[in-house]
């Protein structure tokens, strides 16, 4: 009968896990050279010569020299290249800051502890807060709940963040005194007290859009076939929710999430300014506000890597989560048969 | 003999803001033991509701009354846990999509699995034996591998085979099939159908099968309701609804498929075609 060719298991969609691990792993890398490459010509595109551009219209010729020396930019350009590319290899370094005469690496690594902290903290609040609200919106939908649920976040969103941090400190840091008006505070307690008000900032700027994209995956998921399956089959309404909205819900949440924390690294660069923190944000301000090109390209590499870092993680995860996101896209398809 | 399902004059209504549609209005139909009751009509015509409605499926933005009585006990005053605790032991469903139907995430062995979990004490070991026996049983061949993959590494016919494996493991005693073939490719559905005859024949279950597809229906059902805006039209016999249907919408569908079939028999040489 026809029931071999039939029911025969599609054996060609499978792919083993660890394969799929070695093609995330290239792409990963391979956006890593491309960003490496971008930030090489960053300093090229500077119209004019960046040694003027640093040093001043009316520098010493002696001095331009000096930095041009410095800089290599008497080299030919493949030659510059190949220096930078070597260093970034070699050394995970862009060269000496101008400005701090010191390694632009160890800058980084020196203030990315607090940027980092703060957008752990940031991340804790989004998604604590964003799953509670959108779980009670998709189970309240249509309700005054549901509604007061979307539209009040909306007005965070549409303010600029900076100006969401201001009224935060007007509020809670002048006027009720909970918390200080900026810096970082001493100790364990007083790092992250200190660092509350910047992370609600940045928190309240992600939660609206992240909520309204989980409330709409959850209300699909709730009102899935197999949800109602399930629930035709008297499995109980706690073990169905557990187990399988929230875990169907988990991986695009977890997606979404992993798009959203680039734009996040962004705003916290802002709010770090906004808050006297002294992370990255300072250090990439200092290093733009006075042409110091090595330094720029340090922060820019590494926090290009960190979101690179992020996303292969998330990809693992999801991969790991949800077996269709293990297979090659092509091999779907033929689902009648 | 006493029908095992019998519902009267059931009535669903969809509220939504200031409208309010009627979606099934007094429908009253029963099911004997080990008959099939097959439920005839267009998308629309509320035969999906009529069972989901009858077994609880159904929002807070439906009210639903009547009477739906399941072995005397009416389930529409039943609430939440019993009759949770009633369904999938005594009633199982099949549902249209079986590409659907499967949690993605769950290797399909788990998805059995659950079942079994819910219904029974068994241990680990029985469940997974038993398991096996339900696929065997539905000629699935390589019941092991197939435990072992996620839905989407099957086909939809297979699938569905999987999913009236459960609805019988649990051996009740009404199984609702929502359009079960609709979704599947014209070979594989006579395979199913073949499945669900096959079920009837051997397990004396009661079952309530809807389609739209009149070719379907007939090699199914013993009795046809032909339900029309959420009305029961007609009623009786294959024969009878072809024969001499009483309302002008079923007259419709039998001219409409009579239509269909004549050409069939030119085409074929006026050999002798039956309605399937």
């Known amino acids: ?337 | 003999m006493k029908p095992i399902l019998e519902v009267k004059n059931l009535n669903v209504d969809l509220k939504l803001g200031k409208n309010i549609s009627k979606i099934v209005r007094d429908s009253s139909f029963e099911v004997y033991p080990g008959e099939c009751l097959g439920i005839l009509g267009e998308s629309g015509s509320g035969k999906s509701m009529t069972v989901k409605s009858i077994l609880g499926l159904l929002d807070g933005h439906f009210t639903v009354s009547g009477e739906a009585r399941f072995n005397g006990r009416d389930l529409l005053l039943e609430k939440g846990e019993t009759l949770r605790r009633m369904r999938g032991k005594e009633i199982s469903m099949v549902l249209q999509n079986p590409m659907t139907c499967f949690d993605p995430l769950f290797r399909i062995g788990d998805q059995i699995r659950e079942t079994f979990r819910t219904h029974t004490e068994l241990g680990r070991k029985e469940i997974y034996g038993r398991s096996i026996e339900i696929l065997e049983l539905m000629r699935i061949r390589n019941p092991e591998e197939v435990m072992r993959k996620y839905p989407h590494q099957l086909s939809g016919g297979m699938l569905q085979r999987v999913m009236i494996g459960i609805a019988v493991a649990m051996q009740p005693s009404l199984i609702i099939a929502d359009e079960p073939t609709t979704a599947i490719d014209a070979i594989t559905q006579k395979e199913i159908l073949d499945e669900f005859i096959r079920i009837k024949g051997e397990y004396n279950t009661a079952m309530i099968f809807i389609s739209h597809d009149l070719g379907a229906i007939s090699r199914v059902a013993d009795r046809i309701i032909v339900m029309n805006k959420g009305r029961v039209v007609d009623r009786g016999t294959f024969r009878q609804i072809v024969d001499e249907a009483k309302d002008p919408y079923t007259r419709l569908l039998i001219e409409k498929r009579k239509a269909v079939m004549g050409q069939y028999v030119r085409v074929l040489g006026n050999k002798e075609v039956e309605y399937a």
């Not at chain 1, 169905?240 to 979404?256: C, D, E, G, Q, S």
């Open chain 1, 1 to 337: 009968m026809t029931a071999d060719i039939q029911y025969k298991i599609k054996k060609e969609t499978r792919l083993r896990a660890g394969h799929h691990f070695v093609y995330a792993l290239l792409r990963a890398l391979s956006v890593v050279v491309l960003i490496t490459i971008a930030v090489f010509f960053l300093m090229r595109l500077v119209p004019g010569d960046p040694a003027v551009m640093v040093l001043g219209e009316h520098a010493d010729e002696a001095e331009i020299q000096k930095l041009r020396e410095q800089l290599m930019l008497n080299e030919p350009l493949s030659k510059q290249f190949a220096a930078f590319l070597g260093n970034i290899f070699l050394h995970f370094d862009t060269g000496d800051s101008i400005k701090y005469g010191v390694s632009s690496r160890d800058l980084v690594l020196q203030y990315a502890p607090v940027t980092l902290a703060l957008v752990a903290y940031a991340s804790v609040i989004t998604v604590i807060s964003a799953v509670i609200l959108a779980f009670l919106a998709a189970t309240h939908k249509d309700s005054l709940i549901d509604h007061a649920i979307r539209v009040i976040p909306a007005f965070t969103q549409g303010m600029p963040v900076f100006w969401i941090g201001l009224i935060l400190i007007s509020v809670f840091a002048v006027n009720l005194g909970w918390f200080p008006v900026g810096g970082v505070g001493s100790g364990m307690g007083g790092f992250w007290h200190s660092l509350t008000l910047p992370a609600v900032t940045i928190a309240l700027g992600q939660i609206p859009s992240l909520v309204r994209s989980l409330r709409e995956q959850l209300l699909e998921i709730m009102d899935a076939d197999f949800v109602l399956t399930l629930r035709a089959a008297k499995i109980p309404e706690s073990v169905i929710f557990r187990k399988h909205i929230f875990k169907n819900a988990f991986v695009p949440t977890l997606m979404l999430f992993s798009v959203n924390l680039s734009y996040m690294i962004g705003g916290t660069l802002i709010i770090e300014r906004v808050f006297a923190v002294r992370g990255m944000g300072k250090l990439l301000f200092d290093a733009i506000s006075n042409r110091d090109f090595p330094l720029v390209q340090a922060v820019t590499l590494y926090c290009a890597v960190f979101v690179v870092l992020i996303s292969l993680i998330t990809e693992l995860i999801a991969a790991k989560a949800d077996p269709r996101m293990r297979q090659k896209e092509k091999s779907f398809g033929n689902n009648a048969g």
